[in-house]
């Protein structure tokens, strides 16, 4: 007579119980993921103000613009040009037409907000609101001088 081997399954699990489990997993980490997204608080931009007065200020402070052109070299140069005529990406900054506003306010708006379209990061989550009025001198400055160079015969 003959016998069979005894039936091993012991501790072997199926496809559809592993995959149960694999789905199971996948959706409580998916759940958590989705649940900090949801509780993570926003962190928006509050763009403060910016004067013609705090302009001029700056503007005859030596070490506030000597801080805004070492801002406009670190981050601003690579897009706008070194001397602020144009570059990689940037346009220009040292002629009368500016896309968003060329006022004190108008250009200090932009380097804090940025314009994520258009390829400008937002520096107001790096930078103090210091080193951004500074650099807002600093390209005020170099864009009155090069458009008065520009209009003269």
Known sequence: M?????????HTISFWKL???LVGTLSVFGGMIIFFIIVTPKTTLTVTTIT???IKELQGNSAALENGYIQYQLRCARCHG????????GPSL???????GNTAQSIFKVITVGIPSKGMP????????EDIKALTAVI???N???TAKTDTP
């Open 2 to 10: 003959i016998t069979s081997a005894p039936n091993k399954k012991g």
């Open 19 to 21: 995959f149960l489990i």
């Open 52 to 54: 013609d007065k705090e």
């Open 82 to 89: 070194e001397k602020l005529d144009g570059g990689l990406e």
């Open 94 to 100: 040292i002629d009368t037409e500016w896309i968003y």
């Open 122 to 129: 937002a520096w107001g989550k790096q930078l103090q609101v």
């Open 140 to 142: 005020i400055d170099l």
């Open 144 to 146: 009155t001088k090069n």
